[in-house]
Structures are given as structure tokens and as C-alpha cells.
């Protein structure tokens, strides 16, 4: 099964207000990848952190790296009704594996 | 340029029927990918390629098999269709390792009555 946690799952919001997901892996990650999928799309690459600490900002989005690289954390400040849809982490859970697997999800409505 | 090419965009299947979907990539990517996703279960990795000739299972094999020929090509085959492979089915690619960025098709629906 999956080794990774997001949450929350659902996460429902006015417009303007901000919102945050989280990732939490129980091994230490090698990176981690954040993809957004709009609702009847297809998930779409957002961006990659590789570094412990590093964090990375994309306008009005966070990307977040835990100091431990166990976890992560996207943050959106004032959404907008174009940010609505599932917003995914997704990595290789275990050190120097080859398969991308994806968290749960987190579904922004 | 194509990117990922999933065909079909939508089947439905009979109970026992057969099928393959066709996942192309037109990148030279060594990694493939082949996920489900089901609401409220986030995708799930079916199978995947390292490289031309090369599958390995992921986290949800069973039902599912897979076959790598060519380099820009990834099949997904469903030998006997059951309801419970009802789904959206992803094909995703990458050049290298899990560190960098996938590129998904645009999915295909499946509906198995």
C-alpha cells in the first residue's frame, strides 16, 4: 500500500481564502513532485523539491519541504475558482526506487 | 508535438470481454507508467517501464498485464474485464528516474457492465 498520508482529503473554501495540503511520509524522501489535476483532466506536473528545507513559490503557491524530508506542504494564499480541482504529491516513497507513486489527494473545492 | 497519446478515450466493456489500451509517448522517455484512478483513491500504479523490453508491477497488478515492445510504446491488457476495473485509466511518462517531471495522457474511461 501507499507509504504516504496527504491530507486533508476534501477541502472546501470561499474564494479569497487560503488553503494548505500536507504530505507526510513515514521514510525519509529522496524528492518530492506536486501535481494538480482539474476536475475531468489529467494531472498536471507543478513542481519538483529536492532539497531538506527548501521551499518554492510559484505566485501565489508554497511548495514546502520538511527539514527531515519526510514531508511537504503546498500552501495557496487567496485562492481563485481557477485553482479548484485535486492537488496530489507524489514521489519515490522508498529511497532509489523507480516507481512515481501519488499520495491520496487533496480535492479543492 | 503529441506528448502522451492514450487510446481509447472511452470503452465499454462486457463482463469476460478482453481489451488492450495503447499508451504513446513521442518524447524518447525511458519510464512509463500505467495508474487507475478511482474517486476518493487517488491514482494507483498498475504497472510500470524502466526501459523497452522491461515491466514491473506496482501497487495493483493483479487483473492487468502489461507490455513494453517498443520504446514509445506501453500496453495495458485486461484479459477478462471485471466491474471492478471500472475506472480512469492514466498512462504517465518520464525520462529517468522518479525525479522529474511525469507527462500524462489524457486518460481513457472504462466502464465494464
Known amino acids: 500500500g501507499q507509504q504516504v498520508m496527504q491530507i486533508p482529503q476534501y477541502q472546501h473554501v470561499q474564494e479569497g481564502e487560503d488553503f494548505t495540503t500536507y504530505c507526510n511520509s513515514s521514510?525519509?524522501?529522496?524528492?518530492i513532485q506536486w501535481y494538480k489535476q482539474r476536475p475531468g483532466g489529467h494531472p498536471v506536473f507543478l513542481i519538483q523539491?529536492?532539497?531538506?528545507?527548501e521551499v518554492k513559490k510559484q505566485k501565489r503557491l508554497t511548495f514546502q519541504f520538511g527539514e527531515a524530508k519526510k514531508n511537504s506542504s503546498l500552501h495557496i494564499t487567496a485562492t481563485q475558482t481557477t485553482d479548484v480541482g485535486t492537488y496530489f504529491c507524489?514521489?519515490?516513497?522508498?529511497?532509489?526506487?523507480?516507481?512515481?507513486?501519488f499520495g491520496q489527494g487533496t480535492r479543492l473545492t | 508535438n503529441a506528448g502522451v497519446t492514450q487510446t481509447p478515450k472511452f470503452r465499454v466493456l462486457k463482463t469476460g470481454q478482453s481489451m488492450t489500451l495503447l499508451c504513446a509517448q513521442d518524447?524518447?522517455?525511458?519510464?512509463m507508467y500505467w495508474y487507475r484512478q478511482d474517486p476518493g483513491m487517488g491514482l494507483r500504479l498498475i504497472h510500470y517501464?524502466?526501459?523497452?523490453?522491461?515491466?514491473a508491477k506496482g501497487e495493483v497488478p493483479d487483473g492487468y498485464n502489461v507490455s513494453r515492445l517498443k520504446k514509445q510504446n506501453f500496453l495495458l491488457g485486461l484479459e477478462s474485464a471485471a466491474p471492478s476495473q471500472t475506472s480512469v485509466y492514466f498512462c504517465?511518462?518520464?525520462?529517468?528516474?522518479?525525479?522529474?517531471?511525469?507527462?500524462f495522457g489524457q486518460g481513457t474511461r472504462l466502464t465494464v457492465v
Open positions: 523539491l529536492v532539497k531538506s528545507g
Open positions: 521514510t525519509t524522501l529522496s524528492n
Open positions: 517501464s524502466v526501459g523497452e523490453g522491461t515491466t
Open positions: 507524489a514521489g519515490p516513497w522508498i529511497q532509489g526506487a523507480q516507481k512515481l507513486v
Open positions: 504517465a511518462s518520464s525520462f529517468t528516474t522518479p525525479g522529474t517531471e511525469a507527462f
Open positions: 518524447m524518447n522517455h525511458e519510464y
